[in-house]
Structures are given as structure tokens and as C-alpha cells.
């Protein structure tokens, strides 16, 4: 009978100094262990974005304490508020300049969808114009919920075919 | 006698084309764009309303003659008094008023205001560009006969144009506009919602 692997450490007698793993689990560990966010920090989200970063909420629990103004340093944009038109374009510059791999955040109901702003001069969803990962809802959302999002866009990366897109780029 | 009161006297005496307005709190006055310039330096020098509070437009109607107006409000820091000045321009197509930004700097910014979203032209004003809207917006939003949904248009840049393929659109209304009722006490009611749930994008609103 085989019996599943249950013991989880290292064992160095049986192992010596060589690990094995899969390069997607490595890759996507060390990619979803330390997402660094770039903060689209638009409207009101913004507030509770900082508030994530924060003694209480603290973001650096899920390795996304480091707020990158730099696009060319961050992995996640995360779009928190309103985006007009006007912004819209340099908000999509900003995401061409972020360096791959790079995902995407709409956090709350304007980011999302242009929430209560059915108007001439606001953006009906971030994902007009950039391809999102995860949307949270709420207006704004609290911290919690952009933690949640942030716990499944991990998820999502430590379910992706790193090793292969690599090999093949 | 107030002295708002005072120098509204004494603009009506030097200027006759200068006439009370219905007002329902300030004294209020029209003021012909030909005389706008003159009535408000000397309001500013002689009459101590030293501070420019606000510039805006007016757009009555389409069909309205005259179309628009630019109503200024006056503060004097001295007498804690106000005074509203509301200039009717001649020109319903192309309306234009002289700038008071030679007057008050702080005019700039209102007047661009009232320029981007009325299509308001100021004579004299030092830069006179949009500066809500992007450079190259095609319409005025705040003119009646623009729709709060907004007019399909394109995005002011040409990169994300062709990266994105996707332009400035009419938002989906939904049933909207959207009302909150006031001073209701259970919150559940008093929920904004719209009027008329009756149509929405994909079923068109009845009788049009």
C-alpha cells in the first residue's frame, strides 16, 4: 500500500544538500511570496489602501508591504479609486512600464465597473483598459477584503505554468 | 446702509446699463459684458469687494436667447458683504465676456472652469485651455443638450487609442439616473435607485 508523504520538513540524512522540487512551485513561490504593489491610489480606496499598509491591517504579513511609486519596480498594480478618462491613459502607461510578470487589482466598485459614476467623464471599469486578476467589491472595500484579494491573486499565481512561459518567451 | 447697497447705488448711477437682478439673499446685479471689466475694477477699487469668490456659467436652455450667463460673486473683506454680478453673453453661438484675470489672478482657474465645461470664451484671458476634460475633447459637458451618459468619443491618447482599441463611451445608465430619498429613516428605502427601473441598456426606455 502507498501511503501519502505526510512528513513536510527537510530531511537532510535521506536528502543531503540537494533539494527537489517542480520550477513552478519555486518560481511561483518566490513570485507570490513578495508581490510588490504599485499604488494607482485614485479616489477614496486610496484611504483604505494605506490603512492595508498599516499597523493594523499590516500588508507586509502577505509580502506586499513595499509600495513601489516606480513601475518599473513593482509586480501588482493595484487600481484604488475612480478613473476618468483623463487619467485613464496614463494609469495604462504606467501598467506598460511595469515590468512582466505584472497583475492587476481593481479594488472597489468604481475601479471595477465606474461604480456610482455612470457619467461622460469616468472609465466604466479599469478592465477597459488593462486586464484585471482580481476585482474587489465594496465602496470602498476594507482592508480585509484587499488582503482577501491580494491572499487569491497569490493563489492564482502559485497556479500558473511559470517554468513553461519562461522557457518559451 | 450696507455697503453692497451703497456701491450697487453708485454703479447704477454711472453705468445705465447696469440693472438690479432678482436675488433671493445677496444684492444682485446684470451687468452688460460691454461694461463687466469697468463695473467690476471699480467694485474692487472703490467699493472695497477686494475678493473674487467664485466665477461660474449659467447655460439656460438650448432654446434660451440670451443662452448663457457668467455670474461672479464679490466678497468684501472688509464689510463681510457680498455682491453677484451676472453678465449675459450677446452671442448664444460663440458666448464670450471679457477675463477678470487681470483683476483677480484667482480668476484664471474659475474662468477655464467655465470654459471647459460651457464653452464660455474669456477675451484678454492669459491661457485659456480645458482643465477638467483632456486637450481636444470635442464637446462641453455642462451645456444642456450634452447627455449626463457622455458622447462616444476617443481617448486623448493616440498609443493607448491602438494598444487598448477603446474609447471614451456613452455609460450605461441603467434605468438612471439615480435618486436618493431625502430624510428617509430606514435606509433600505432611501437607497439611491433609479426613477424609472422600468428599462435599462438592453430593454429601451418606453415611448422613445
Known amino acids: 500500500m502507498v501511503s501519502a508523504n505526510s512528513e513536510l520538513t527537510y ?7 540537494v533539494i527537489v522540487s517542480r520550477a513552478d512551485a519555486v518560481i511561483n513561490w518566490i ?26 491591517f499590516d500588508i507586509a504579513r502577505f509580502g506586499a508591504e513595499v509600495m513601489r511609486f516606480s513601475p518599473k519596480q513593482s509586480d501588482v498594480m493595484i487600481v484604488a479609486g475612480t478613473v476618468t478618462y483623463k487619467m485613464a491613459s496614463p494609469l495604462r502607461r504606467i501598467y506598460d512600464q511595469m515590468s512582466e510578470p505584472k497583475w492587476v487589482i481593481a479594488m472597489g466598485a468604481c475601479a471595477s465597473t465606474g461604480g456610482m459614476y455612470r457619467s461622460y467623464a469616468v472609465l466604466q471599469g479599469v478592465d477597459r483598459i488593462v486586464p484585471v486578476d482580481v476585482y474587489v467589491s465594496g465602496c470602498p472595500p476594507r482592508p480585509e477584503a484587499l488582503l482577501d484579494a491580494l491572499i487569491k491573486l497569490q493563489g492564482k499565481v502559485k497556479r500558473e505554468p511559470s517554468a513553461s512561459k519562461l522557457l518559451s518567451a | 446702509m450696507p455697503a453692497a447697497l451703497d456701491a450697487i ?32 475694477s471699480s467694485l474692487k477699487a472703490d467699493h472695497g469687494f477686494d475678493m473674487l469668490t467664485d466665477v461660474s456659467g449659467v447655460d439656460w436652455s438650448v432654446a434660451a436667447s440670451p443662452r448663457f450667463t457668467v455670474v461672479y460673486h464679490l466678497f468684501s473683506t472688509a464689510s463681510h458683504d457680498y455682491v453677484r454680478l451676472a453678465a449675459d453673453c450677446a452671442d448664444d453661438a460663440a458666448p464670450e465676456v471679457p477675463s477678470a ?12 472652469e467655465a470654459f471647459d465645461m460651457f464653452g464660455i470664451r474669456f477675451a484678454g484671458h492669459p491661457d485659456l485651455r480645458r482643465i477638467l476634460m483632456w486637450d481636444g475633447y470635442p464637446y462641453f459637458p455642462l451645456r444642456k443638450d450634452f447627455p449626463l451618459a457622455g458622447i462616444e468619443t476617443e481617448l486623448p491618447d493616440a498609443e493607448v487609442r491602438a494598444e487598448t482599441k477603446t474609447g471614451a463611451i456613452a455609460a450605461p445608465m441603467m434605468g438612471g439616473p439615480f435618486v436618493a430619498s431625502p430624510g428617509e429613516i430606514n435606509l433600505t428605502d432611501a437607497e439611491p435607485r433609479a426613477k424609472d427601473e422600468s428599462w435599462t441598456e438592453r430593454r429601451p426606455k418606453p415611448g422613445t
Open chain 2, 101 to 112: 484675470s487681470s483683476l483677480w489672478p484667482g480668476a484664471d482657474w474659475h474662468e477655464r
Open chain 1, 11 to 17: 530531511n537532510s540524512k535521506i536528502e543531503g544538500e
Open chain 1, 31 to 56: 513570485r507570490s511570496s513578495s508581490m510588490w504593489p504599485m499604488p494607482m491610489g485614485l479616489a477614496c480606496c486610496a484611504i483604505e489602501l494605506m490603512a492595508t499598509a498599516a499597523s493594523r
Open chain 2, 9 to 40: 447705488a453708485a454703479l447704477k448711477g454711472k453705468w445705465p446699463g447696469v440693472k438690479d437682478r432678482a436675488s433671493l439673499d445677496h444684492p444682485a446685479l446684470d451687468v452688460p459684458p460691454a461694461d463687466l471689466l469697468a463695473v467690476l
